[in-house]
T-cell receptor, first 113, second 116 residues
Framework: EPEVTQTPSHQVTQMGQEVILRCVPISNHLYFYWYRQILGQKVEFLVSFYNNEISEKSEIFDDQFSVERPDGSNFTLKIRSTKLEDSAMYFC???????????FGSGTRLTVV | AQSVAQPEDQVNVAEGNPLTVKCTYSVSGNPYLFWYVQYPNRGLQFLLK??????LVKGSYGFEAEFNKSQTSFHLKKPSALVSDSALYFCAVRDGSGTGGFKTIFGAGTRLFVKA
């Protein structure tokens, strides 16, 4: 069964450093998303990406965040200057179109120290 | 704006008994409704969805959910719970009338604990 792949599974970074979280969505999917989950609690929407541009973003997704689809397969989330409160599990998801559920990756656990 | 409410933080049920996990939603357009399950240290897995058609939808692992438009609810059910069903369950909604990103909003989650 096709999977969404995320790397790394765990990243520890110092406050103020830049991090890039990587995702490979399912190849025929058209819509891509980043969500985060803090301490196994609520799953928060960050950003949606379609047709090579951001479709929608939440108030969490401020100027420190950016997304990119640099080639036909990767979908990255960059945090320019990490804060302690950015520590969370970050999930990438994709879907083929609007009426379908998401396929989620296994997540990247980001720890900012 | 979309929103989802899961009124119970935790649901406890004995193995073999029926289970219900509650969800209510608010969306301005047509609701696309989903249930996801999360096992410890794992990502979310899609269980089932309601887009249109029959109000009772069936999904993975014997789960089903009933869409009730008048009550704006989409409760998750299973006739006979298993210990292995113990996990965190998320209800989610998308505005089906929307365009562009098809953003999905998740509820706060309900922890299901099935006792042997």
């Amino acid at each position: 069964e096709p999977e969404v792949t995320q790397t790394p599974s765990h990243q520890v970074t110092q406050m103020g450093q830049e991090v890039i979280l990587r995702c490979v969505p399912i190849s025929n999917h058209l819509y891509f998303y980043w969500y985060r989950q803090i301490l196994g609690q609520k799953v928060e929407f960050l950003v949606s990406f379609y047709n090579n541009e951001i479709s929608e973003k939440s108030e969490i997704f401020d100027d420190q965040f950016s997304v990119e689809r640099p080639d036909g397969s990767n979908f990255t989330l960059k945090i320019r200057s990490t804060k302690l409160e950015d520590s969370a599990m970050y999930f990438c998801a994709s879907t083929v179109r609007g009426g379908y559920g998401y396929t989620f990756g296994s997540g990247t656990r980001l720890t900012v120290v | 704006a979309q929103s989802v409410a899961q009124p119970e933080d935790q649901v406890n049920v004995a193995e073999g008994n029926p289970l219900t996990v509650k969800c209510t939603y608010s969306v301005s357009g047509n609701p696309y409704l989903f249930w996801y399950v999360q096992y410890p240290n794992r990502g979310l897995q899609f269980l089932l969805k309601y887009i249109t058609g029959d109000n009772l939808v069936k999904g993975s692992y014997g789960f089903e959910a009933e869409f009730n438009k008048s009550q704006t609810s989409f409760h998750l059910k299973k006739p006979s719970a298993l210990v292995s069903d113990s996990a965190l369950y998320f209800c989610a909604v998308r505005d089906g009338s929307g365009t562009g990103g098809f953003k999905t909003i998740f509820g706060a989650g309900t922890r299901l604990f099935v006792k042997a």
